[in-house]
């Protein structure tokens, strides 16, 4: 059996519409991945100077009201294993060979703490379907609605990071996610994760002084004495302390289109369970297919009145065996 | 129009019935023990793997074998191939049960349901989702199908005049309804594919490519070319009708050219991109089985004298079907991970709430069958 | 009651201490130096053999608290051990004679038990300008400990003082204070049993210990006995769990204060501070009778460049503690200074195990369906094989 070369050509002029854009090399709606909102808040975490106390944790659960995570049999400890919709934020523990020597990748061992990143360009809000996940237009900091919420957790699905999550054991269940203590923020506060760090490890503040408090602390030196702000990138508070060596790479500062939160350690970001991420957002990867094929609703349309003249036609001057 | 369906009549309650609906109602006291405890209680989805068998199997794969209606309108409508036309009928049928029982399923998988109609508003709709590109179109899908249906059901009412007033008024309106009705899955069967592509590195390189809606899209007309076949086999075997053989093996030679394409277009782009094909352990294993049960119909229907053979269209599209199945769980759960640390396998309750939403479509086919003229006449055949 | 073989020698009292509760005694002094139990009829039985061993008490510039400390170990009456157990010659504050009679008591004392006494320093000396500014019966303290040192059999610093210094060498440390072993110029070994004051049953079980087994105890690079000294108090601290929690008191008499919460906040120097506080406690009256018990944080009194030189609200921070359980030698303090701590056990991995893997029910009936399916298509493909052939025999007829 065969098609005539005519039949082929008219629906392959239609077909080709849909399929043209996924081919191309170089969209002509390509999004281009956001750019920093310049008011934006974050948070700068420097895994060498954290002691794992984890008071930040215990500060996390207390200013949201999270219920204790029990990861062992007995429910005594609060002992989260991982991020959970009881846990917004947590210390975990980079531990290799002997383990013997703070922030070193071989024989060493590092915190890190794992949170919302609050992405430039965040692939949750991409990808709810309600507009439950937005991305506030001042501070950037990106939040649930639990009002417009469906459940259908795809921002579970895009998050590279694997933030949000979700009320498994609730007949009415909602997403839960570090939204950067914006209830404090709208009374003058901040992250309580930062408040109550006693270290100096998570500051809190405008995301471009964290920009250059990361750069002016990978220009130190190590063995030399450096000041460390407390609490907030701008704070008069200030500890001293020996500077240790820093891997020379600030995470967030461009991975999956940039994050809010940055980071800095001794340890490759990917063994402290950060993936490695193009520089474009996942978000702009997929609106620009989106985008290429639906803008306006122009392709869907045009390949609707192409269907609609052959079905017409075909019908009316069927000859049925 | 000439009339070339006809009902099969008999009674309806047999003992395959009277089996399903146990599995149906075993399927709804698990659905109301969700409705009552959450998902963690009968699922075993976690945050790793929030979506599970029923977005991968009742949706996904629901769908994409709901393709039968699709893809013979395809062939009728727009390729202009009327000899075709007695599948239609009940390739649509089919259709209907796929699409609605994931509509059903969809409403069972997400959390907050009662927000649901949140989709249909556009104050809250993300016109950014993918994932709202896909609700709406099956959601119109759904609609156009059961209009599509609407004059085989009319048909069955002879003796009401009301019926047959609506009838023809529908039939007016059929290439709208018909054009809608191959625009609307083309859409949404490539969006299913473009909704993976924003996991970026949580889905394997073996399946993820911007051409994710292209191959999902041409993977569900194949499949809609062989759950037609598979069904007009079982059906005939079943209720001891003739075999609609030339008709299938026709089907069957454009399903051979659509595999090709398909392969050519999925080898071609996991070359460019370099994917691990064969060095990524487990994965490789399961892609290397997906990719073989296509080669398998390929093989099965190269000749025509193969396509008239029952036994190898039976088992071509049997192959072809699991293929599609198998790419859609690769690209969506075997395909995916969240981390090193996460595992994912089907809880009991889920997979027998899957099986009575299965039980549900066969049920509702055996009422149509029966009730209406779907299938084509013997003397079509 | 630790078991005795030679228990029935042993006299029915010590002085006012009944047998038993010396026996008591001795189980706790082996218990504190880690020994078994049994050591301690061992010790008991060595103690009582010995014929009240003399020992010379010196102090320089101290507060007599070391000398307090010790007489309020209550249970049993410690004091009254140590004065029957020992023969105390020389001690200015507990000395009945004074003046002229006790410095010839002294002289006879040395002179007759010449390589068999212990000394007792208590105290820092003073090394500047020759050592003036502390005096004992006209000599200076630098001086009788030099002539002292030399002809006893060991040599305790007790107190932190009398072990590095302690107050009077806090800057800007105008006499030139210094510690014992310094002040001898290194040449001898001195044991240190450092804190302010120490405990008692650190100094009873160290004394015993060379009574006993005719040795000095494990020591650390500091001359402090190990099985007192060898752990962090933040090891042992009965607040630890919320320090791990991260549950810490912000400010004296806030909530978390109250609640006893962890006192790290508040310049506790327990993670930098080995001593053996925590597991002992103070003044046998039972749990919390120590500092940072009491909600007072540490503040390192025990270590050298801790107590009396950061200062008390200044936090540590964190250097990992080394497998030995040695301190190391000290580094120049910044800042809090550094902080010892193993890498701790109970944080989450970066990847943990998470999720529901397939359970044995889920797999029977799974594979079952499939097998079902699979058998279902193979006869599916069996029958219409025939099927064909029939339909051909008709093709064939027609």
């Known amino acids: ?124 809000v991409s990808a709810c379907p309600v507009s439950a996940l937005t991305k506030d237009s001042t501070t950037g900091v990106v939040k649930y609605d639990k009002g417009a919420c469906i459940g259908c957790r795809y921002c579970q699905i895009a998050c590279p990071y694997n933030v949000p999550k979700f009320q498994w054991d609730q007949a009415f269940p909602q997403i839960k996610k570090c939204q950067l203590c914006d209830h404090r923020i709208a009374q003058g506060g901040y992250s309580a994760c930062c408040e109550f760090c006693p270290n100096g490890a998570s500051i809190f503040g405008n995301v471009q002084d964290l920009r250059k408090e990361a750069r002016r602390r990978l220009a130190l030196k190590p063995g030399e004495v450096a000041h460390y702000p407390l609490h907030r990138v701008d704070s008069q508070d200030v500890r001293h302390r020996i500077v240790t060596p820093y891997l020379n790479h600030i995470f967030g500062e461009r991975e999956g289109g940039g994050t809010q939160v940055l980071m800095l350690a001794n340890v490759p970001f990917q063994d402290l369970g950060l993936p490695p991420l193009p520089d474009e957002s996942a978000a702009s990867q997929s609106e620009t297919l989106m985008h290429s094929l639906y803008k306006g609703m122009i392709a869907p349309y045009v390949l609707l009145g192409g269907l609609f003249y052959l079905v017409y036609k075909n019908t009316t001057k069927q000859d049925l065996p | 129009m000439v009339e070339e369906s006809q009902p099969l009549g008999g009674k309806i309650v047999t003992k395959p019935f009277l089996v399903l609906a146990a599995l149906a109602a075993v399927g709804v006291v698990l659905m109301l023990y969700r409705y009552l405890y959450g998902l963690g209680a009968v699922t075993n989805l976690s945050d790793g793997y929030p979506w599970g068998i029923w977005i991968t199997y009742d949706v996904l794969v629901g769908t994409a074998l709901g393709c039968g209606g699709y893809a013979m309108a395809l062939l009728v409508y727009i390729f202009n191939r009327w000899e075709y036309h007695p599948l239609v009928r009940s390739a649509v049928l089919t259709s209907v049960f796929g699409y609605t029982l994931a509509g059903v399923a969809i409403f069972l998988d997400i959390g907050r349901y009662w927000n649901g109609y949140h989709l249909f508003l556009p104050w809250y709709v993300n016109f950014n989702s993918v994932l709202v590109e896909v609700a709406l179109c099956i959601a119109a899908y759904v609609g156009i199908l059961w209009l599509e249906l609407a004059p085989t059901v009319l048909e069955g009412h002879q003796d009401n005049p009301k019926a047959q007033r609506a009838r023809q008024r529908l039939e007016r309106w059929l290439p709208v309804i018909v054009a809608l009705g191959i625009l609307l899955p083309t859409m949404h069967q490539s969006s299913l594919g473009t909704l993976m592509i924003i996991a970026g590195y949580k889905l394997s390189p073996l399946w993820q490519t911007p051409l994710l809606p292209l191959l999902f899209l041409i993977s569900a007309i194949t499949m809609g070319f062989a759950i037609t076949v598979f069904e007009s086999i079982l059906s005939s075997l079943a209720f001891k009708r003739p075999f609609e053989t030339p008709m299938i093996a026709k089907v069957g030679g454009v399903m051979v050219w659509l595999i090709g394409v398909y392969l050519v277009i999925r080898l071609a782009d996991l070359l460019l991109r370099g994917a691990p094909v064969f060095s990524s352990g487990f994965l490789s294993s399961m892609f290397i089985l997906e990719n073989l049960l296509y080669v398998v119909p390929l093989v099965l229907l190269a000749s025509p004298a193969y396509r008239a053979n029952l036994r190898s269209l039976f088992v071509a599209s049997s192959s072809l079907l699991l293929a599609g199945s198998l790419y859609r769980f690769n690209a969506f759960l075997v395909g995916y991970s969240a981390g090193p640390g996460w595992t994912y396998f089907p809880a009991l309750p889920e997979i027998l709430i899957t099986l009575s939403i299965v039980a549900l479509e066969l049920m509702g086919y055996l009422y149509f069958v029966k009730r209406y003229p779907v299938l084509p006449k013997a003397e079509h055949v | 009651m630790p078991k005795c073989k030679n228990s029935q020698t042993l006299p029915s009292h010590f002085g006012l201490v009944s047998r038993r509760d010396f026996l008591k005694f001795c189980g706790v002094a082996a218990a504190a130096m880690g020994l078994p139990l049994s050591m301690g009829a061992k010790i008991a039985e060595a103690v009582a053999a010995l014929k009240r061993p003399p020992v010379i008490w010196l102090s320089g510039q101290e507060c007599t608290g070391c000398t307090e400390t010790l007489l309020r170990s209550t249970h049993p009456t410690v004091e009254s051990l140590i004065l029957d157990l020992i023969s105390l010659d020389y001690h200015e504050a507990l000395s009945t004679p004074s003046g002229h009679l006790a410095e010839e008591a002294k002289k006879k004392a040395i002179a007759a038990n010449k390589g068999k006494f212990i000394l007792v320093v208590e105290g820092a000396i003073p090394m500047k300008d020759n050592g003036i500014y502390c005096q004992i019966g006209g000599r200076t303290m630098l001086d009788i400990l030099k002539e002292t040192a030399p002809l006893a059999m060991g040599i305790v610093a007790i107190g932190s003082c009398a072990s590095w210094g302690g107050i009077p060498s806090s800057g800007p440390n105008p006499t030139g204070a210094v510690g014992a072993a310094e002040a001898l110029g290194g040449k001898f070994k001195v044991i240190n049993i450092p804190g302010c004051p120490p405990n008692p049953y650190n100094f009873l079980s160290t004394v015993l210990y060379i009574l006993t087994f005719k040795k000095l105890p494990d020591l650390d690079n500091q001359g402090r006995p190990r099985f007192a000294y060898r752990r962090l108090i933040h090891e042992g601290c009965e607040r630890r769990p919320h320090f791990d929690a991260g549950r810490f008191a912000l400010e004296y008499d806030d909530e978390g204060h109250r609640r006893g919460w962890c006192l790290y906040k508040l310049g506790c120097k327990g993670p930098e501070t080995y001593n053996n506080c925590p597991a002992i406690l103070f003044g046998n009256v039972g749990a919390r009778s120590w500092p940072v018990g009491t909600g007072c944080p540490c503040f390192g009194c025990s270590e050298k460049g801790v107590g009396f030189t950061a200062p008390i609200a200044a936090q540590a921070s964190l250097v990992h503690f080394s497998t030995t359980g040695t301190p190391f030698k000290g580094e120049e303090r910044v800042g809090g200074g550094r902080l010892c701590l193993t890498p701790p056990q109970t944080f989450p991995p970066i990847h943990p195990p998470e999720g529901h893997g397939p359970s044995a029910a889920t797999v029977g009936v799974l594979s079952g369906l499939t097998g079902v399916a699979l058998g279902a298509g193979a006869i599916t493909a069996t029958k219409l094989g025939k099927k064909e052939t029939e339909s051909d025999d008709k093709a064939g007829k027609e």
């Not at chain 1, 969209?27 to 975490?45: C, F, N, T």
């Not at chain 1, 029990?70 to 959970?84: E, I, R, Y």
């Open chain 1, 1 to 124: 059996m065969g098609l005539s070369r005519r039949d082929f050509l008219k629906v392959a002029a239609g077909g080709s519409l849909v399929a043209a854009s996924s081919f191309s090399p170089a969209p002509l709606l390509a999004r281009e991945s956001k750019a920093r909102l310049p008011e934006a808040v974050g948070i700068l975490y420097d895994a060498t100077v954290c002691i794992g106390c984890k008071a930040c944790m215990a500060a996390c659960k207390e200013y949201n009201h999270l219920p204790p995570d029990h990861s062992t049999p007995g429910s005594v400890w609060d002992n989260p294993l991982d991020l959970s919709a009881k846990t917004y934020n947590i210390v975990k523990l980079y531990k290799n060979g002997t383990g013997q020597t703070k922030d070193q990748a071989i024989n060493g061992y590092s915190f890190i703490r794992r949170f919302c990143m609050h992405c430039v360009d965040p692939a949750c």
